[in-house]
């Protein structure tokens, strides 16, 4: 059973940067699509950053240049480094994994192609 913790949230100033992490278990690293999502009050999860296990990464544009997934293998952990926050990235973000159906190398950014979630952790930027 894979399971997720991330950890890393805060409250920052516009501007500022936080990276997040997401301490990953009980999982096949090889073949695994692991993402980040974000979901503010009232709005739909939506999709971060998402990494193949051969180290192929995808941004959602906003956040493209501006966050930057990456994992350390030897530590099982996801990070997202988020840097030049907006008061628009207030949510709470939350870690996902999963593998792709058929043998896929593709990961979807869809909250429908992820099983395994963690709790989420907070982030807020003030203004």
């Known amino acids: 059973q894979v399971q997720l913790v991330e950890s890393g949230g805060g409250s920052v100033q516009t501007g500022g940067s936080l990276r997040l992490s997401c301490a990953a278990s009980?999982?096949?690293?090889?073949?695994?699509?692991m993402g980040w999502f974000r979901q503010a009050p009232g709005k739909e999860r939506e999709g971060v950053a998402h990494?193949?296990?051969?180290?192929?990464?995808s941004y959602a544009a906003s956040m493209r240049g501006r966050f930057t997934i990456s994992q350390d293998n030897a530590k099982n952990t996801l990070y997202l480094q988020m840097n030049s926050l907006k008061p628009e990235d207030t949510a709470m973000y939350y870690c996902?994994?999963?593998?792709?159906?058929?043998?896929?190398?593709?990961?979807?950014?869809?909250?429908?192609?992820?099983?395994?979630w963690g709790q989420g952790t907070q982030v807020t930027v003030s203004s």
């Open positions: 990494m193949y296990s051969d180290g192929r990464t």
């Open positions: 009980g999982y096949t690293y090889s073949g695994i699509c």
């Open positions: 996902a994994a999963d593998y792709p159906p058929y043998g896929g190398t593709q990961c979807i950014s869809s909250v429908v192609r992820y099983k395994y």
